[in-house]
C-alpha cells in the first residue's frame, strides 16, 4: 500500500500510483486531522473525492505518532495529548476520537488506536504495559466503531483491523496475537516491527508468528516495505504492507532493480548509461525510456521530476512482488 500521508503520495498523480498496481492507499489520521482536518474532507465528500483515489483507503489511527512524536506526547489511560510540532498547539487523540476521525474521512479499512513502543531501553521497559493499553483500547475502539456504523448499510460498512504489539518478546506476541483474534475484527495488523530491530530479529518474530495466525483473516505488516523483508513475510502468512521506503528512497536516488539489487541514481557510473532503471521492469518510467543518464541528471540539477520517475518504478517493482506471489 503506497503512503500518502496527507491524501496523496508525494510527487506522483494518483492514476499513475494506480497504473503501478497499487490496489490501496494509506493515509494518516493524526496528520489529516492536523490539515486540513476530517470535517473539511468529510464536507467534500470524504477522502476518495478530496484526492481522487478511486480504491479503498486504509487510514493509520494516529498510534504511530505515539512513537514518531515520543518526545512530543503524553500518554493516559484515557488517550494522548501531542504537541503540534509546528506550532506547539495542543492535539488530544482516544481510541473513541481516532474512530470517529477515521471514519469522517471516509475510510475503507480502519486502524484501532494502539500504543506503540520502540526498542529504546526505556521503551523496552514499558512493552507490557504498552501491550495491555493497546488490548484495552482495542475494546475501546471496537465498542465506538460499533456504534457509529451501526447503521451502515449493508456491504457499506468499513473494516476495523485490531493491531498485535509486543515488541521482540514471544511470549508477549503470541498473548496479543491471540487477544486480538479473539475480537470480531475485520482483520490483524502486527505492529512494532520495523521501529529499529535486525532484520534478522524481525524475521525470527515472523518465522513464530506465522502458524499463530487466523487463516480466515488478512494479515497486515505494518511499516515494511523493503523488498527482502516483504519475500519473508508473504511466504509465512503476511498478505497486506505500507511503507515510506519505495518513495523516499526513489527522493534520494536509490532504486531497487530485478534481483532486489539497489542503485544509487546519482552516482557518475550512470553519467552516459543509456539503459532504462530496469530493462526487465513493465513501469511506466521503464517502459517510457527514460535512461539512467538523463535521471542522474535530473538529481543533479535537483528536478523533482526525478524523485517522481523513480517513485513509480520503485511502487511498481513492490506491487510486481505482490503480484508473483499471488
Known sequence: MPVATRGAVKGVDPSIVVATGAQVLLSNTYHLHLQ????????LGGLHAFNNWPGPILTDSGGFQIFSLSKL?????????FSDPKNGNRIFISPEISMRIQLALGSDIIMAFDDLTGLSDGARQRTKEAVERTHRWLGRSLAEFNKLTKNTEPGKRPLLFGIVQGGLDKKLRAMSLGFVQDLPVDGVAIGGLSVGESRSEMHRMLNFLAPLYDPARPRYLMGVGDPADMHHAIERGIDMFDCVLPTRNARHGSVWITGDKRLNLVSAVFKEDK???????DCATCRTGYSRAFLRH?????????GSLASVHNLRYLARICEEYR
Open 36 to 43: 486540513p482536518g476530517e470535517k473539511i474532507i468529510h464536507k
Open 298 to 306: 535530473l538529481y543533479k540539477t535537483e528536478n523533482p521530476l526525478a
Open 73 to 81: 506526547r503524553t500518554i493516559t489511560e484515557e488517550g494522548v495529548e
Open 275 to 281: 539503459r532504462p532503471i530496469d530493462p526487465e521492469c
